[in-house]
């Protein structure tokens, strides 16, 4: 399988702060890969520069025709803004050249209800906000999903639903999935591979198998695991 | 009133509708405010120079544009801060430069004689803000929703950012001849406020903003002419009445 992304010795910092440092890896065509870490370990500045987004040293290489659909952990919008979901998909199917069919697709695919998608995108819920920004990343059949902490502030079956949903999508159209998750039991599930990042710059890459060991765990989050542990060999 | 005014306060008002419409919702409401005062020591420099204080106006209008983009790009820096300092800055240069009658004029704004110059500005620049931002539109709306979002969309968010300015400023300079330095920019963020009130949807806001704009330059004109004051005021306190009335049919959030 040809590699989708391949980055090397990438170096992110802000201001006096470096938060990732000379980290490599590469992501095959249609594989999925879960970024774990603690906080403030710079996953979502990660994401940031893969999407160029953030300046950064060293390389980000995408495949040529790399279309993204990114989903992001929580955006700040005010609850009076006048723009409904519609409006919203409307907007990026324009831009990529979506029909309207197009739209409804997506919108049936997550789930995400006419009445629904006509509100005001700053009064929907969590759950609903995250599946219109699911649909959103859907439009123009995006070959990659970045996923930032999806599920933060949806309910268990609301979970449920979106990880059925990328699984379904990523058989039928060989998505490449990179998601950031706190969830060890879901990496164990979804990612082939984990890409650890914890504090100071130590991070570590391979298969969850390699990866989700009570030592590497614990050197990446600063503190024993057992906790988590108990998910990834659970059920 | 003749209609090369009437053209001209009209085409002012659409442009002030539909920019607006994109400076709330980019929560650039002070900004927008302080942002007018700018065109304040490019009028009275022009006025010491004795050349069109339009002119200067609005190339003053497009450095602050400019300076603006150029302190958005900067992160670990407050924009609203900066922004404040400078263009209070600016206010008190301008007052310097311009003093007692032409002070007046340029901060509250005096209609007057129609120069052929002026009316060719102030036809086509309405029509230029508007075609631009019916066709950034989708982009500025997904780029103000996130600009991650925006990049993963191939948009180019600091060009976007730099073409709204510009239309901004253009703007502003439209309303300097009618409403002065200082109310413009509550043309450009009191119809858009009180559209967002009443609004559900994007073309909603854009029809009330643009409707309340064009209202009340039109409603402000002809109490003008009956009460024999100031245009400009009067112009400000029908919008501001519009959204204070909107008030009451707020949209639950």
Redesign the interface.
Known sequence: MPDRLVVSSLGVRF?KTQVLRSLSFSVPDGATMAVIGPNGAGKTALF?AL???LPSTGTVAWAEGTR???V?QR?D????????G???L???A???KASVSEVKRVTRLVNLGHEVA??????LSGGQFQRLLLA?ALL?HPNVL?FDEPTTGIDEPGEELLYATVERLQREEKLTVILISHELSLVYRMAGLVLCLGRRGVSCFGPPRQILTPETLERTYGAPMDHYLHDVHGP | MDPSALLLSSGMAVAAGVVGCFAV?R?MTLAADAMSHVALPGIGLALVLHLNPVIGGVAMLLVGAVLIWGLEQRT?ISTETVVGVVFSFALAVGSMLASGEELIDALLGKPGVVRPTELVFGLLAPLAVVVFLVWA???L??AL?????A?????H?ERLNLGFLVAFALTVALGLRYLGVLLMGSLIIIPAAT???L???????FLLAVGVSVGSTLAGTALASILHRPTGPLIIAVAAGCFFVSLAWR?P?
């Open positions: 201001g940031k999407i160029g987004s993204f659909g990114y992001p955006l919008l005010e609850r009076d803004l006048p723009l409904s519609r409006d919203f409307h907007a990026k324009a831009l990529v006509r509100r005001p995108i700053g009064g959103f123009g970045l | 919702m929560r670990g539109r989708n982009r709306l997904i929703v996130s600009p991650d979002l990049r993963t969309v191939n948009i968010v559209a967002k009130h609004a559900g949807n994007i073309r909603a806001m949209r959030a």
